[in-house]
Structures are given as C-alpha cells and as structure tokens.
C-alpha cells in the first residue's frame, strides 16, 4: 500500500478527534497546536480552546496576514437524565435531526458513553408521526442504564458526538465527521508545509488561527482575531459541493478546485488577487458569489477593530453537519497551494 500524502493523513487525524463547539480543549485543539508545532515554535492554544501560532512575528514593519479556519465541530450537550436512565440532549450548532433516529453516538461523561438515539416502531407510529421529524427536544438516547447508574457517570453539561469512521473512497475522496471545517485546518496547515519545503522568504507576518466556537457564534473567532489585529485576513472554510438534489447555483462542484469567494463583506480586491494567483500558477479554482454574509469567520473579522482586509477561500464539501461528511483531497491540497502563493506575496 502507497504512503498516505500529507493531507490524507492529518485530516484523518483532526477529524478522529473530539471538539464540540465549547469544548474544543478536549483533544481537538490541542492535536492541532501539534500539528501546527511542526512549521512554528510560537504556538499557544488559549482558554476558549483557540490555537494561534505565528511566523515572522518579530518584523512588526511587515503587514499581518491572518489564516483562520475552524477546529470545532457540531454535537450536542447533555441537558437531562430521565426517571428511566434515557439522555435529553440539545444542540451545539447546526444538527440535522432527520440524521439522528437509531443514530450511534458517544457522550463524553467521566469516561466515554456508547448510546443509540430511540426511535418508536413504525408499527407503534401514528401517521402524523411518521410523517413529521421530531424535535431534538423529544428525542432521547438510550445507554442501556439505569438513572442512578447514569448518573455516576454522566452529567448535564457533557458533550455528545455521533458516531464515524474514516472512510477512503474512489476518485481521491474521503469521507468521515467533522471535515467541517478540519479539512480547513489542514489546508492551511498544507500551505505552511509548502512554504517550510520551499524555505520561502515572506513579504509579511502571517498569524494562524484555528478558532473555537465558530458552529455556535463565530465567539473563538472574534475574541482571537481581536487581540491578533491583523491587516488582512483569509478565512477558510467548506462549502456546498453539488449533489443530484442540490440547486446548482448555490454549489462548487468536487474535483474543481478551491472555491474563491465573492461578496459584499468581503475585500473585493483581495478576491480579485486570490484569482489572479490560482490564474498564474495554474490552480484549480471556482468562483463562488456570495449573499450579504458567508456564513464563515470571515463575518466578524471584516469589521473586527477598524476593519480587516478579508476574503473567503472554501472546500467543496457534499452532506454537510452529517457524520459522513465528504471531500476531495485535491481541492484542499489546491487550497493549500493557494494559500501559500498568497502569502509569499502578500502586501496592503
């Protein structure tokens, strides 16, 4: 079997570890300030679960480019334990609850929790259930306890992850849970691998930000990117890659290459010099036209102080906030190859 390319192995790597938005420190963000500790030693991994980590720093004369992509990952959290041991949760982001019927979870109490989410017979089932997907609120996940044996274990408050394995697909795809945004991660981490093989002299500082929180409010975001104060700022993020029940318009398509944002919020500018590069140096690339937000980091940092020269560069992703999320490597690796030809010249 051929050796796993960079990108393959720390996506798989990012994505088996557990970070729910609000508790990131768990394994994820610190997997990541490793990761990152391999291109720089100013790394630090913040109280919110942040990990920021800086090349060039000292030349305080060059201008700050910010990369940011997302370490967290949707989930949920414990709210109650019924009478009969079974688990009510809520969500930490955007769950689809038609995905979560007879779904294999693990909550995180004092040591991990293998449960199932129930679901009525639809013998049982009354048309208008079987025809309406329930609330969050009124599903339940049975752990096979009792309350009181539950309660020595978990609590209100502990996070709670759907079940996942990496998969290796045909045609350079794989598959796993929380490749939102960890594929976003590791492009930014390919691109500094790029520029380490290159030993590429910079133009300017460059800061990264894997940032906490951005499935509950974009908070990780907006509290880092605040104290870094850069001049200019990429986020990097997944978007919608075309399905046979999805609007073409609103969708990049896999294979195609880095999706290049464009919209109101962002720095036109900077968008028309990210497709300027992907032009010049032959990367894949896809233009991607926005609404009045992009529903990424980028919506708090283009304004954050006195505001930020910001852009968007995304990753096709097909069944987004699903355990079974879905990408081409060659599109995060054209990313990556963006980013990094960005950054050697990079000025205001």
């Not at 102080?305 to 906030?321: A, E, Q």
């Amino acid at each position: 079997m051929s050796e796993m390319r960079y990108v393959e192995k720390i996506c798989r790597e990012l994505c088996e570890t557990v970070g729910v938005s609000g508790y990131e420190n768990m394994s994820s963000s610190e997997k990541a300030a490793n990761a990152l500790r391999e291109f720089t030693n100013d790394v630090t991994v913040d109280f919110m679960g942040n990990v920021i980590g800086y090349l060039n720093r000292e030349r305080t004369d060059l201008p700050l480019v910010l990369l940011d992509a997302h370490i967290d990952e949707i989930g949920m959290i414990v709210t109650y334990i019924e009478d009969n041991g079974f688990i009510r949760v809520s969500n930490c982001g955007g769950i689809d609850r038609r995905l979560l019927s007879a779904q294999e979870v693990t909550i995180y109490g004092k040591e991990p929790v293998f449960g199932v989410f129930g679901s009525k017979p639809p013998h049982l089932a009354t048309d208008a259930e079987r025809n309406k997907i329930p609330e969050l609120s009124e599903m339940y996940i049975d752990i096979g306890m009792s309350k009181v044996e539950a309660e020595k274990i978990i609590a209100p408050g502990d996070r709670v992850i759907t079940n996942s394995r990496f998969h290796q697909l045909l045609n350079d795809r794989i598959a796993i849970k929380s490749l939102d945004d960890r594929c976003g991660v590791a492009s930014i981490l390919e691109a500094l691998r790029l520029l380490k093989e290159e030993n590429a002299e910079l133009p300017c500082r460059v800061a990264i930000l894997f940032s906490a929180q951005e499935e509950t409010n974009c908070g990780g975001c907006e509290s880092a990117a605040f104290r870094i104060n850069p001049d200019i700022a990429i986020a990097v993020d997944v978007s919608f890659a075309l399905t046979s029940d999805a609007p073409k318009d609103r969708c990049g398509l896999m294979g195609k290459g880095a999706m290049i944002g464009i919209a109101p919020v962002l720095n036109k500018s900077l968008s028309d010099q990210l497709l300027t590069i992907a032009k010049e140096k032959e990367i894949p690339y896809q233009v991607e036209v926005l609404g009045a937000h992009t529903g990424t980091n980028a919506d708090v940092m283009s304004n954050m102080r006195g505001g930020v020269v910001t852009g968007v560069v995304s990753i096709p992703l097909r069944y987004m906030h699903t355990p079974i999320e879905e990408i081409q490597l060659s599109d995060l690796e054209a990313v990556g190859k963006l980013l990094c030809e960005y950054v050697k010249q990079a000025s205001l």
